[in-house]
T-cell receptor, first 115, second 115 residues
Framework: KAGVTQTPRYLIKTRGQQVTLSCSPI?????VSWYQQTPGQGLQFLFE???????NKGNFPGRFSGRQFSNSRSEMNVSTLELGDSALYLC??????????????FGPGTRLTVT | AQSVTQPDIHITVSEGASLELRCNYS??????LFWYVQSPGQGLQLLLK??????LVQGIKGFEAEFKRSQSSFNLRKPSVHWSDAAEYFC?????????????FGQGTELSVKP
């Protein structure tokens, strides 16, 4: 079974621009979560989507948004990029069946650099 | 508040030596606990998980972890380290939300392996 895929793997953007990252979950997984990883803050939860609905949201500004499609694929968008948004963005999927909803499988990440 | 603490930022062990990485959590209810490993430039790979039952859990790559409720700990162990184990290791607790859940991660422990 193919793992979680994320595109693109690397991205360089300029401050003030916006960016869209894509994630395809493991086949059959219906929950998709996004995390931001930085050297200073570590791994932080952004949001979780299930059946095209945002179920949970972390403590990030409204510039960070996401969506999920009917095939469970998910995108996250960051508008008005700031230098501090430079990070590795990780997508994770889970089967969402009882306790398995916490068992998350991660993709390789998208490395975003804001200049 | 829910939190995970990994007291050791960096550990160096000799190849063939035993390994123990520490993890302490703060969570009101029975925790769901996880260990992930991240190689440079890669996403996170799930090593093992604890939901309930036997407090000693076995994972992939020869790793095991022991849940000790009285100490709020979930330490990761390996009897004999291989050079390929050099990576960053993250402990996480599954935090329940009204619907679905998210992972709260520790700051990570970087493992170096001496030949």
């Amino acid at each position: 079974k193919a793992g979680v895929t994320q595109t693109p793997r690397y991205l360089i953007k300029t401050r003030g621009q916006q960016v869209t990252l894509s994630c395809s979950p493991i086949s059959g997984h219906r929950s998709v979560s996004w995390y931001q990883q930085t050297p200073g803050q570590g791994l932080q939860f952004l949001f979780e989507y299930f059946s095209e609905t945002q179920r949970n949201k972390g403590n990030f500004p409204g510039r960070f948004s996401g969506r999920q499609f009917s095939n469970s694929r998910s995108e996250m968008n960051v508008s008005t990029l700031e230098l501090g948004d430079s990070a590795l963005y990780l997508c994770a999927s889970s089967p969402d069946a009882g306790t398995a909803s916490y068992e998350q499988y991660f993709g390789p990440g998208t490395r975003l650099t804001v200049t | 508040a829910q939190s995970v603490t990994q007291p050791d930022i960096h550990i160096t062990v000799s190849e063939g030596a035993s390994l123990e990485l520490r993890c302490n959590y703060s969570y009101g209810a029975t925790p769901y606990l996880f260990w992930y490993v991240q190689s440079p430039g890669q996403g996170l790979q799930l090593l093992l998980k604890y939901f309930s039952g036997d407090t000693l859990v076995q994972g992939i790559k020869g790793f095991e972890a022991e849940f000790k409720r009285s100490q709020s700990s979930f330490n990761l162990r390996k009897p004999s380290v291989h050079w390929s184990d050099a990576a960053e290791y993250f402990c996480a607790v599954g935090a329940r939300e009204d619907q679905g859940g998210k992972l709260i991660f520790g700051q990570g422990t970087e493992l170096s392996v001496k030949p």
